[in-house]
Nanobody, 124 residues
Framework: QVQLVESGGGLVQAGGSLRLSCAAS????????MGWFRQAPGKEREFVAA????????YYTESVKGRFTISRDNAKNTVYLQMNSLKAEDTAAYYC?????????????????WGQGTQVTVSS
């Protein structure tokens, strides 16, 4: 069973950058598609980005396209979320998640394993 630990969150000014990392334990990381989700106070958890296990295809919610980049390093059992040009509305707790399948990657209910989250706060 894979376990996930996020890191890299923090406080940054608007326009700045952060890189989130999600380290997975276990030997089966490459068999999971990976996603990043976020949840702001009082709001539902929303999809941010995902990367498929099969061909590395990436998917983004519209509001982060061109600013965020998801990538994975299977040798290091890690998935990353590079966040540039951050905005105040990006403030949220960010969670990585693992899914055995390759479809419905934007649907949080389809994910099998979740990390504990890391807080990102963007000051305007």
């Amino acid at each position: 069973q894979v376990q996930l630990v996020e890191s890299g969150g923090g406080l940054v000014q608007a326009g700045g950058s952060l890189r989130l990392s999600c380290a997975a334990s276990g030997r089966t990381f490459s068999t999971y598609s990976m996603g990043w989700f976020r949840q702001a106070p009082g709001k539902e958890r929303e999809f941010v980005a995902a990367i498929s296990k099969s061909d590395g295809s990436t998917y983004y919610t519209e509001s982060v396209k061109g600013r965020f980049t998801i990538s994975r390093d299977n040798a290091k059992n890690t998935v990353y979320l590079q966040m540039n040009s951050l905005k105040a509305e990006d403030t949220a707790a960010y969670y990585c998640a693992a899914r055995r399948g390759t479809n419905y990657l934007a649907n949080h209910s389809r994910y099998d394993i979740w990390g504990q989250g890391t807080q990102v706060t963007v000051s305007s």
